[in-house]
């Protein structure tokens, strides 16, 4: 179930607005959370803008909120040689935190409302490590945000659902509780070692249950491509089209374009959705391409100041900044797209409606100080104004609570 704010009964009127960085400033009328035609109605409440520059709130598409320092003190990293290290280290993590991962999460995630994002999909750890205390955790801030942000949770086997005895019941025992919208998986031949194992259990809970997949696939190679067409084929024949979503894909930046053309063209038929979190220039996906086919792609945050890395920060906007950055983007238009991918991209991988100010659209934006889109994109000015259905949730970078 996907929990989103509830519009509010009223309407408001915010004025002398610059949608897009627009030359001239315009009111923009909402009612009932969403965008209105017409003029306000007389009661309406008044916002002034002050000719700031209003942005559709953004979307993380790929975010671990319960894997987060956030808030907390410093931690320091140790070199780790693969996942298996990167998974010891975060039990180590998650033992040595004096906060419970739900306070962890909910720091994190309203962090994120007050920069600019109206919705995410967060992954989180089901193991035997944990039990479901992290999805748990990732639960309760969700239902602290219901006002302020969309969450769909994906119960995620961090561990491997193979080779971490106990994940395949403790997987379905989340699904059984009600707070899931997907289940996950990771890399079913590089370090589940059990292809079709893996995906014939995470498949086979996602029809059984009627919810989505989201899979985490590093694997490169052959190992990449072998996987996605497991997906593939396991899509098609259990009727999931358009409830598929693979992410990171770091085997697809280095097919051939008639291997990616043809790949592509199976996640079009099977309207299978990917996301990227735009880590280098060589393992970004190839958005452009995937798009001429009809790919949905999305763009997430991925852990943040976790036991993978010191980095991060949950800021929708900086992500789309680094992804005009490590694929070397320099024209508006470029810069545009880079806000699209965090926007729309994100919206429709999610299932959501874009925030695009027309008649009728969810009234989720940020009003910013600056000159137009591709000038905030590379300056990332504060958010001074963050408004969730209507409703103002944070503002000068503060969430309101």
Not at 303 to 321: K, T, Y
Request: net charge negative; proline share 5%.
């Amino acid at each position: 179930m996907s929990v989103g704010a509830a519009s509010p009964d009223r309407a408001v009127v915010f004025r002398n607005v610059r949608p897009f960085g627009a030359a001239e400033s315009v009111d923009l009328v909402v009612v009932d959370g969403v965008i209105a035609e017409g003029p306000a109605p007389r009661s309406a409440e008044v916002v002034d803008g002050g000719g700031r520059v209003a942005l559709p709130s953004l979307v993380d598409a790929h975010i671990h909120p319960d894997k987060t320092s956030w808030g907390g003190s410093w931690v320091s990293r140790r070199p780790a040689g693969g996942l298996a290290d990167y998974v010891a280290q975060d039990v180590e993590l998650f033992e040595a935190q004096d906060r419970p991962a739900g306070e962890r999460a909910y720091g994190l995630m309203a962090h994120a409302v007050s920069r600019g994002t109206r919705a995410m999909r967060a992954h989180a750890d089901v193991a035997p490590a944990y039990g479901t205390a992290c999805l748990d955790g990732v639960a309760e801030a969700r239902e602290r945000l219901r006002h302020a942000l969309d969450v769909q949770i994906v119960a995620f086997p961090q561990h491997g659902v193979i080779r971490a005895p106990g994940t395949a019941r403790l997987l379905e025992e989340a699904v059984r509780g009600g707070a899931v919208d997907m289940i996950g998986g990771i890399d079913p031949i590089g370090f589940d070692h059990a292809l079709d194992e893996q995906l014939d259990l995470v498949f086979g809970l996602a029809d059984r249950y009627g919810i989505g997949v989201d899979l985490h696939l590093h694997d490169r190679g052959g190992n990449g491509v072998q996987a996605l067409r497991g997906i593939v084929e396991r899509t098609r024949a259990l009727s999931l089209a358009g409830r598929v979503t693979v992410s990171h894909v770091f085997c697809l930046p280095a097919l051939s374009d008639r291997e990616l053309g043809a790949l592509a063209a199976d996640f079009a038929d099977q309207d299978i959705a990917l996301t990227t979190v735009a880590p280098s220039e060589s393992l970004v996906l190839p958005v452009a391409r995937l798009r001429e086919h009809g790919v949905r792609v999305g763009l997430g945050s991925d852990g943040v100041r976790d036991s993978w890395s010191p980095f991060g920060n949950a800021d929708m906007l900086h992500r789309a900044h680094l992804l005009g950055w490590v694929t070397d983007v320099r024209l508006d238009e470029e810069l545009t797209d880079c806000h699209r991918l965090a926007a729309d991209g994100g919206a429709d991988v999610m299932g959501l409606a874009h925030a695009d100010f027309t008649p009728g659209a969810p009234a989720d934006f940020v009003l910013v100080r600056g000159e137009g889109l591709p000038q905030v994109v590379v300056d990332l000015p504060r958010r001074d104004l963050v408004v969730h259905g209507g409703v103002v949730v944070a503002r000068d970078g503060e969430f309101l609570g």
